[in-house]
């Protein structure tokens, strides 16, 4: 991927930004059973389930929460008497965002997230947001309205920060992506996340609904790092000038995931035609499986 370095030397930074990919991470929505062209709708939910599969994701029969339906990876898709949910997880939240999106949604959960890869590593980002959301904190708010701030750290270079409590309508998780995920496409990337709920997450999807696609994802980065800064962590991105806000970036596939996709637009339409036309058993011995 071709992409512009852009620069930043303001105050409080920690490196020079590369690149910002940004956009929903997840999304928990729901319909009545009353709702307006509510099967149309679950038609189309689980065609996104279907596309997921297509890339080979593995599917299973799930319930959810007393819904009855299919997963596919970390998606999710079923009905149950009083309404019909859908679950998008990672790059699928924002692949889909604008087929399932309607005005009449109920959403449980939506999550925000950029990424953001810098020239050179900065490697103590992760301690110096921390100590700023401390200090923010302390000078901010009373004791009593005190955030959850934490941190989890490893010998590897890993760190993730924690701002706010798991039962909080907001909460916000930022990380080293590169050690996190260990692929080339996160080289030199933290990850900055924040999770809506309820009464937040709606707030949130009417904003995104009304937000044109070509400009969702610099929205999505404008609302992480605002949610951020108000919580003092300096967001690097927002202070570089002339900087393109891309979508998030699909990972590349696991060697698992590509050996099921093989297995599944390759190997099983040529078992079927065997079977179909008589040669099991000569399939089942090239294969070395017996009867």
């Known amino acids: 991927m071709h992409s512009t370095v852009m620069h930043n030397k303001t105050p409080g930074a920690l490196g020079q930004v590369e690149e910002v990919h940004a956009g929903i991470d997840w999304i928990s929505c729901s319909l009545p059973t009353d709702a307006r062209n509510r099967e149309v709708w679950l038609a189309e939910a689980f065609d996104c389930l279907a596309i997921l599969a297509d890339e080979g994701h593995a599917v299973q029969n799930f319930g959810l929460m007393g819904y009855k339906g299919l997963k596919v990876g970390g998606s999710f898709v079923g009905r149950r ?15 889909h ?3 399932i999106a309607r005005s009449d949604l109920h959403i449980s959960r939506l999550d925000l997230a950029v990424t953001v890869r810098y020239v ?5 980002l992760g301690e110096a947001a921390y100590n700023a959301a401390v200090e923010a904190d302390r000078s901010r ?13 490893g010998s590897d270079g890993g760190y993730t920060l924690y701002v706010g409590s798991p039962s909080s309508e907001e909460r916000g998780r930022l990380y080293n992506k590169e050690v996190q995920n260990e ?3 996160y080289a030199r990337c933290w990850r900055y996340e924040v999770v809506y709920r309820n009464d937040r997450a709606m707030a949130v999807f009417e904003a995104l609904f009304t937000t044109k696609e070509l400009f969702r994802p610099t929205m999505c980065s404008s609302l992480v790092g605002a949610w951020y800064q108000t919580r003092g962590i300096v967001c690097d991105w927002l202070s570089t000038p002339h900087h393109s806000i891309r979508p998030i970036q699909k990972g590349l596939p ?16 040529s078992i079927l035609w065997l079977i179909e036309h008589n040669y099991r058993e000569e399939m089942l011995d090239a294969i070395g499986i017996p009867e």
């Open 183 to 185: 692929t080339p496409e």
């Open 120 to 124: 050179t590593m900065p490697n103590t």
């Open 254 to 269: 696991t060697d698992a995931e590509k050996k099921i996709k093989w297995l599944k637009t390759q190997v099983k339409p």
């Open 81 to 95: 008497e009083d309404s019909v949910y859908c679950q998008l997880a990672g790059v699928a939240a924002s692949d």
């Open 97 to 99: 965002f604008a087929r």
């Open 141 to 153: 708010l009373g004791a009593a309205r005190r955030r959850k701030i934490w941190y989890m750290s």
